[in-house]
């Protein structure tokens, strides 16, 4: 199977900025000490995953106990796993970039609790022979070790540029923003996470903002 790179190149790119505001979205809750974690077991994944693992010999145990969650907190991260908790999270904006994207962060994942619980009680590198092994058992052989790149998406030419009238603060896109975008820290900083015309992004020309001749606004 080929890995989806393009794919997973172009999702890492829009991962990278916090989400404009717009006047649709509701305003983000203010942050408070303790907030609740936005879990969801997806239980069709967690049965797929179970049903993964059962495959594999000598781990019933792990197939019992895997289970699949979204997790709307991760930010650039495709996924992770948790040995501790023996779940594998995925972010929630893997569901715009259709189901193969989201099978093959599910195996990526799965072969870093498959590996460690392989391994016991002996410590293993994160994705060295035995994730690699773990991935080709789960019919990914030769998967990369990363699926988000953190940040400025390199491998992706942005279309879109756009300057905060407020902060300045300079956004890249590779899609268009919606008419009616602002900024995400203005908004939060001075207008309890509403929407404000005067927060707005201005579309500016792509080459004067890879040229950096932008001066930051004060
Ligand atoms: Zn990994
Ligand atoms: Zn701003």
New binding site residues.
């Given amino acids: 199977m080929k890995f989806p790179q393009q794919l997973l190149l172009r999702l890492t790119a829009l991962l990278e900025d916090p989400p404009p505001c717009n006047p649709a979205t509701p305003p983000a809750k203010p942050v408070r000490s303790c907030k609740p974690r936005l879990h969801g077991i997806d239980a069709p994944l967690t049965a797929q995953a179970r049903e993964l693992v059962q495959e594999l010999r000598g781990l019933q145990d792990l197939a019992q106990k895997v289970r699949v969650v979204w997790n709307s907190r991760l930010q650039t991260t495709a996924g992770t796993a948790s040995a501790r908790t023996w779940e594998v999270e995925i972010n929630p904006r893997l569901k715009d970039h259709g189901p193969a994207v989201i099978q093959r962060i599910l195996r990526h994942e799965l072969a870093h609790l498959v590996s460690v619980h392989r391994a016991g009680r002996r410590r293993i590198t994160a994705h060295g022979p035995e994730w690699r092994q773990a991935c080709t058992d789960l019919g990914i052989p030769g998967e990369p070790r990363c699926h988000s790149l953190p940040l400025k998406g390199r491998q992706v030419r942005a279309k879109f540029a756009y300057r905060?009238q407020?902060?300045?603060?300079l956004l890249k896109r590779v899609r268009p923003l919606g008419r009616r975008s602002a900024?995400f820290?203005?908004c939060q900083k001075h207008n309890h996470g509403r929407y404000d015309d005067r927060?707005r992004y201005l579309r500016i020309p792509l080459d004067v903002l890879e040229e950096g001749r932008i001066q930051q606004a004060p």
């Fill in positions: 905060c407020h902060c300045g603060r900024c820290d203005c927060y």
